[in-house]
Each structure stands twice: as structure tokens, then as C-alpha cells.
């Protein structure tokens, strides 16, 4: 299991942590103040007198970086609590103790400690704000002056950048579709890794089963039940899987999530019809999915709970999970695992490989191994990561 980020997951009073100045503080710029007929002769001057090199700043690391605490701060007068229901650009709607939304901007402070993410809160955010006077009956604002600790989070990430999807929910739903656009089972696993490594349960749902004519949906939900996922079949065509798929979100924090195109606005509308979600249509010159949902939002749900509705993607890359630990969230290989002859198995070539063994006695799908082996590889640095995930295997 991965290390649980100790900024999102620590308690107590918070601690102090070093992070870097923004670019625009690093450097030091000269201010001319001489008159436009000096300033010339002035750099002259400064160009024959002054050293090739200066230092503008202090030795070390250390001083080029500032102190912020990070972690659960104590309550200060004159906040409240909330939860972040949409993010849109720099504001971030919260919904205070009443079920009242306050648009919100982000303290810088909070912004800088947390300037290796996409956006400094995201949506499910447990945040203490400071509401702002309203005005001339305009709509309520604040600014967010701390982020709570995360119990659970998705989240995809590249080298350089971390993008959180949705945190504090108990379940992701990670939703496919049985054609238009095509069923990817390796985008599947990437979500099921990224739901394993964020502490959340996961759900399997492929939807539009009405165009399952060949049977390949069904085999590959049958898949993931075998290894232990709850596994649900839709269609808001028919009708089908609508009512057991909103019996597995009642009272329950959940995230949709999936590829664009597979149709999680629709389901959300067919799960509650008032809702009045946007919802779109695949290219068909692409047979690719349209961004028809832009941004996350929370909603409340009449049975109970609520769920995050969040834009699709085409890729989903995972570079938060360090190599080593990658074999931990594939459920099936757990126990295999402590048989293999090398303590430092890839479960890649090795003889005497226990997860290969398994895969030859088709006790570990060849698709989910296939998975794994793909991910290792981007892990490893041996292929590319951010490609568009695409099946290798063929259809049935």
C-alpha cells in the first residue's frame, strides 16, 4: 500500500514544513530610478566595475524556501467549516455548516504549500473559510484559509504534477462503456490502482450494455467480480442495472469516474432525473468521448449521500505510485506474491515467478497481468507514460 501523504493525512495542531518561493520571488531585479539619459552610461559603468557572477541571496536550500504549517490547525475565530462542491478556475464553491454555497478564492500561503498540485483544494475538500461581508445583496464570498486532512483521495499524476480528482469519498465508481466508445479494461485497472492506493473501495460498472452483442462486457465485468469488485451492468437505454447501481451509492460519498464518453451525466440522471445533467455524444469519426462534463461538482443524492460527477478522461497516468508498491494493488497477485523465489520479483520475467505461475494456471486473468506488466514498464521508465491507453489484446 502506498505511503499516505503525511500533509493530508497527519492530525494535531499541524507541523512547520519548508516549501519553495514562487518563481517570481527567486530573482532579484535592479530598479532603475536614474534618468532615461543616465541609465545608459550607468549600466556602462556597472558593466566594467561589477563581478561576472553575484550572490543575490543566501547559501543553501534552505534559505530559498519558506515556512508554512501544514496538517489540521486549530479553528480561529471567525471561520467556518465547509465542504468544496466545484472547483472552477481560481474559485472554489463551498457549502458552509447551513448547506449555503460561498465562493471562495484560495489564501496564497495555502496555494504555495501546495504548488505541486493542479489546484490547491478540489471538490469533496473538507476546508475551513472565512466568509467575506456581503454587500448589496450580492453572493456570498470568502477565501479558504485551510484544507483538513484528507481521509481518502483519487488522484492521477505525471512527474511534475499531481491532479486530485475527488477526495473524502468512500467509494469510486469507475464506469466504462460496452462500445462507443470502446471497453478498455487497462483504463479499469487504472483507476482500481489509483482507488487502492487512495484508501477508497472501489465499484465496477459498465455501461450501455445494450450494445454487449458479442458478449465481451459481460466477460469482462464477470472478471472483476471473480476477483472480489462489486460489478454492476447499466444501460439508460433499457433500463437496466439503474436500480442496483443507485442502491450501491445511497448513503454513500461516491466518485463516477471514467473515460469520457461513457456516459456517467446520463446515469447520474437516471439515477435522479432532477438532476438535469449536460450530457453529450461520442465523436463518430473517432469513436471517442466528448468533454461534455467540465468540471467536478458534488450532488446530493435522495436516497442518501452524495456523489462527485467529474470530467472524462483519455489518459490516466500514475506516477504517485512508486514501483515497488505497484504489485499491492493488484488484489489477485496479493497472495501469490510471498511465493516467489526472488525477494526483489518484477513479476515480469523471472523464473520461478509465483504471480507468472498463476497466470499460466489461469488463476490471474492474462489481461490484468498485462495491465500490471504495462504500468511496471512506465513506472521503470522503460516506455513513455501519458499515452492514450489502448487494449492489446483481442475481443472475443
Not at 543616465?38 to 519558506?66: F, M, N
Not at 483521495?153 to 512527474?159: D, F, G, I, K, P
Not at 436516497?303 to 488484489?331: C, K, N, Q, W
Request: charged letters at 25%.
Amino acid at each position: 500500500m502506498a505511503k499516505p501523504n503525511e500533509s493530508d493525512h497527519g492530525g494535531g495542531r499541524g507541523r512547520k514544513v519548508r516549501v519553495d518561493f514562487r518563481p517570481n520571488r527567486q530573482e532579484r531585479r535592479r530598479q532603475k530610478t536614474l534618468p532615461p539619459h543616465l541609465a545608459e552610461q550607468a549600466d556602462e559603468i556597472d558593466e566594467l566595475a561589477s563581478p561576472s557572477w553575484e550572490t543575490v541571496a543566501a547559501k543553501g536550500e534552505l534559505s530559498r524556501k519558506r515556512t508554512v504549517v501544514e496538517g489540521e490547525e486549530p479553528a480561529t475565530e471567525g471561520t467556518a467549516e465547509g465542504i468544496v462542491a466545484a472547483v472552477r478556475g481560481l474559485i472554489a464553491d463551498v457549502e458552509g455548516p447551513g448547506g449555503e454555497r460561498c465562493a471562495c478564492t484560495v489564501r496564497r500561503v495555502l496555494r504555495t504549500l501546495r504548488i505541486g498540485e493542479r489546484h490547491p483544494v478540489v471538490v469533496g475538500d473538507r476546508v475551513r473559510f472565512r466568509p467575506a461581508a456581503v454587500r448589496g445583496g450580492s453572493p456570498p464570498e470568502g477565501v479558504i484559509e485551510s484544507v483538513l486532512p484528507r481521509r481518502t483521495r483519487l488522484c492521477r499524476a505525471t512527474e511534475r504534477e499531481t491532479h486530485l480528482i475527488a477526495a473524502n469519498v468512500d467509494q469510486v465508481v469507475v464506469v466504462a462503456s460496452a462500445d462507443a466508445p470502446p471497453l478498455k479494461p487497462s483504463l479499469i485497472d487504472r483507476y482500481l490502482v489509483s482507488a487502492s492506493a487512495g484508501m477508497m473501495a472501489a465499484v465496477v460498472c459498465v455501461n450501455k450494455m445494450d450494445l454487449d452483442v458479442d458478449g465481451y462486457a459481460a466477460e469482462v465485468l464477470e472478471r472483476y467480480r471473480r476477483i472480489g469488485y462489486p460489478v454492476v451492468g447499466t444501460s439508460t437505454v433499457s433500463g437496466l442495472g439503474i436500480d442496483a447501481l443507485r442502491g450501491m451509492l445511497a448513503g454513500k460519498s461516491s466518485v463516477l469516474a471514467g473515460q469520457s464518453g461513457v456516459g456517467k451525466s446520463s446515469l447520474l440522471n437516471a439515477i435522479q432525473p432532477g438532476l438535469k445533467l449536460r450530457v453529450g455524444e461520442v465523436c463518430k469519426e473517432t469513436a471517442k468521448g466528448r468533454h461534455t462534463t467540465t468540471t467536478a461538482q458534488l450532488l446530493k443524492l435522495e436516497a442518501g449521500g452524495y456523489v462527485v460527477d467529474t470530467p472524462g478522461v483519455r489518459a490516466f497516468e500514475l506516477a504517485m505510485i512508486p514501483v515497488s508498491e505497484l504489485e499491492a494493488h493488484f488484489v489477485e497477485f496479493v497472495k501469490h506474491v510471498p511465493g516467489c523465489k526472488f525477494a526483489n520479483c518484477t513479476h515480469t520475467h523471472e523464473i520461478g515467478c509465483a504471480v507468472l505461475g498463476a497466470v499460466e494456471r489461469g488463476e490471474i486473468h492474462p489481461a490484468r497481468h498485462a495491465s500490471y506488466v504495462r504500468l511496471f514498464r512506465e513506472r521503470s521508465g522503460l516506455v513513455p507514460m501519458g499515452e492514450e491507453v489502448e487494449e492489446e489484446h483481442e475481443r472475443r
